[in-house]
């Protein structure tokens, strides 16, 4: 095997690890259900452990470092998590520091929305621009930004909190416990909680017999869409113009070549496209309006190619 960075994508629910080569490509790859409500001395316990299985007979040297991407906030240039919401007890946790110490090698820590805004421009929707937004639209919204050619981080790395936007004064309280939030509007979890609060268990709707009556999730939604179901179109419908919202103002603020949409919502991308641009059209000043939305292209690997693109950029 070529030259390989050992790459980590930790969520809130799956904790993938893997070697990535130089040009994108996985050559071994593990993931196990993180240990979320845990605390840090577990999960990190799984990442070493993970980490030292993927090490084991490679040759010396073949492994250049470690990149992993977790969700913020995070500092990355001090590689400290700040406060994730999905990991109990992940305050101020030194992550780099801690697995330089147990894997030995040199550890870069990214916004897991950062690493996959990477792998998608340099290997994937985005690559051959110079400016692009990466929206990732699942449990909830991040986002990751390339201006003119490099990665926006901002202060302590904490740009592009794309999913804490306000788009509206009503809706759902986010997490963060603020209401309106393109998050807390738009993401799979606020369409799924849209259809589950439409429907009820047991009312003969397709969405609830494609549940097995129970909540209603975004991948219901979208299946149900397909069979041309009235409620489950509605939905998306108003899921596109949430998004078309959001996506709107991150034209005007940050003007890229490109938008990619990733995350699990991207799986329904081909339905949610038509409202999105036409809210788009409506929204946007015309100087805008023909920038493209495209579908992410790498799936669930993003993360882990980005992650590991930090280390082949550092070694340059």
Known sequence: MSPAALAFDLGGTELRGALVEAGGQIAVHRSVQTRAADGPQ?????????????????PAGSVLGIGIGAPGPLDPQAGMVIAAPMLAGWTDVPLAEILRGSLGLPVRLENDANAAALAEWRFGAGRGVRSMVFATVSTGIGG???ADGR???????????IGHMT???????????????????????????????LTGPGDGSLLRRLSGGGDVTARHVFEAARTGDAQALRLVETEAHWLGVGLANLLHLYSPDVIVVGGG?????????????????????????????????????????????????SDQ
Do not use: W
């Open 265 to 313: 919502l991207s799986n329904g991308f081909e339905l949610l496209a038509p409202g999105l641009r036409s809210t788009i059209g409506q929204r946007a000043m015309a100087a805008f309006r023909d920038v493209p939305v495209v579908a992410a292209q790498l799936g669930d690997k993003a993360g882990l190619i980005g992650a590991a693109s930090l280390v082949f950029e």
């Open 167 to 197: 788009i509206t004064e009503s809706g759902e309280r986010c997490f963060c416990g603020n209401v309106g939030c393109f998050e807390a509007v738009a993401s799979g979890t606020a369409l799924g909680r849209r259809a589950t609060t």
């Open 144 to 146: 990751g930004v390339i």
């Open 42 to 58: 577990a999960v990190i316990g799984q990442i070493v452990e993970m980490g030292a299985a993927l090490l084991a007979g490679q």
């Open 151 to 161: 990665l926006l981080h901002g202060r302590r790395g904490l740009a592009a909190e």
